[in-house]
């Protein structure tokens, strides 16, 4: 099982071969990515327009690929523990249109400081008000803002970028109409603004209708009941999002 494969192991991913750096992880993204479809869209052409904000080890776009095989992507990855695995996983697969870009998505350009525990877990540290988790290294990363890419037609928008959902929407607000669909990842972390309404009254200004998804309780188990809220609570919300006009 890829549960318990070790970092670095090589797997099979329907006819992809992936380069993991954590099983329980690649697990994870397997079961929500291929067998729920969680970023699954229907687009409107053979060859969409994608926006992968996170991209991570590249599950995703090997999704969108096996979908859309004729996909146009960009791929958006700021951790330099990651990105070398995303690089792997595109280029020995021989995705052709895949553009990978190793910056973190901000409000602002320039570089921030950024914690990464070297596998799945990763934050700007503007993010991590309750302190750095013991064995996290410490970078200096660059960034880019969502709204520079938002400047034609985007089909699908797809968004894990660690907490920064929020800020990263409203510096585009102006600019998200370009967008058709997206599915953004909501964090509730401990310390963290709660930004979840805020988040959906840009989406509903700018004429997007919503549904609010919270996975599994395997991958998600804080929002099932019985429910149960302190300040230390972590949960994690999919929001679909469409333009109807």
Partial sequence: MAKVQ?????????????????GPDY????????????YHFEALSPAPYI?????????????????????????????????????????HNNLADVQLVQVAMAAQGGKLTFYSDGKYGSCLAEHM???????????????????????KPVDFLKMNIEGAEWEVLADSRDRLRQVREMVIEYHHLPNLPRTLHRI???????????????????????????????LKSRYYLLIYAKRMD
């Avoid at 993204?29 to 479809?37: A, E, G, L, M, S």
């Avoid at 009254?201 to 302190?230: A, K, M, R």
């Fill in 6 to 22: 070790k970092p670095g192991s090589l797997v099979r991913c329907l006819n992809y071969r992936v380069r993991i750096d954590d």
């Fill in 27 to 38: 697990y994870t993204q397997y079961k929500d990515i291929f067998i729920h479809r969680i």
């Fill in 51 to 91: 926006l992968d904000c996170g991209s991570n080890i590249g599950m995703s776009i090997l999704y969108y690929k096996h979908v859309y095989p004729k996909a146009q992507i960009i791929g958006f990855e700021p951790n330099p523990a990651v990105f070398p695995y995303l690089q792997e996983n595109i280029a």
């Fill in 129 to 151: 008000p309750g302190g750095i988790p013991e064995g996290w290294v410490k970078y200096e990363v660059p960034c880019v803002g969502l709204r520079d890419y938002l400047i």
């Fill in 200 to 230: 959906l009254e840009v989406l509903n200004s700018q004429g997007f209708e919503y549904l609010i998804n919270d996975f599994d309780p395997e991958t998600n188990s804080g929002v099932f009941p019985p429910f149960h809220l302190t």
